[in-house]
Nanobody, 124 residues
Framework: QVQLVESGGGSVQAGGSLRLSCYAS????????MGWFRQAPGKEREGVAT????????YYVDSVKGRFTMSQDNAKNTLYLQMDSLKPEDTAMYYC?????????????????WGQGTQVTVSS
């Protein structure tokens, strides 16, 4: 069983930055894909950024390209999401997720391990 624990959320003004962290434990070494997803009130969960663990290939949703950067530290079993130039529309609960099978796209339904989430609020 894989456990994912997010941290780093908070409240910032538009234009500010936050860095989210996701610590993975358990059988995390067997995960082939990890990623960040978000869900705003009244909206469906959407993929923000995902990574193919083996070679570091990343995928981003268009709305965050050039502003968000995902990285991984395998020695620390930690996934990061650096969020710069934050906008009010980035406000959401952010979740870390992982999957064992190949196919590291942005569809939430493909991922079967989830953290509890960390709230990000961006004020204008």
């Amino acid at each position: 069983q894989v456990q994912l624990v997010e941290s780093g959320g908070g409240s910032v003004q538009a234009g500010g930055s936050l860095r989210l962290s996701c610590y993975a434990s358990g059988y995390s070494y067997s995960m082939r894909c990890m990623g960040w997803f978000r869900q705003a009130p009244g909206k469906e969960r959407e993929g923000v950024a995902t990574i193919r663990v083996g070679d570091g290939t990343t995928y981003y949703v268009d709305s965050v390209k050039g502003r968000f950067t995902m990285s991984q530290d395998n020695a620390k079993n930690t996934l990061y999401l650096q969020m710069d130039s934050l906008k009010p529309e980035d406000t959401a609960m952010y979740y870390c997720a992982a999957k064992e099978n190949a196919g590291c796209g942005l569809r939430p339904a493909w991922y079967n391990y989830w953290g509890q989430g960390t709230q990000v609020t961006v004020s204008s």
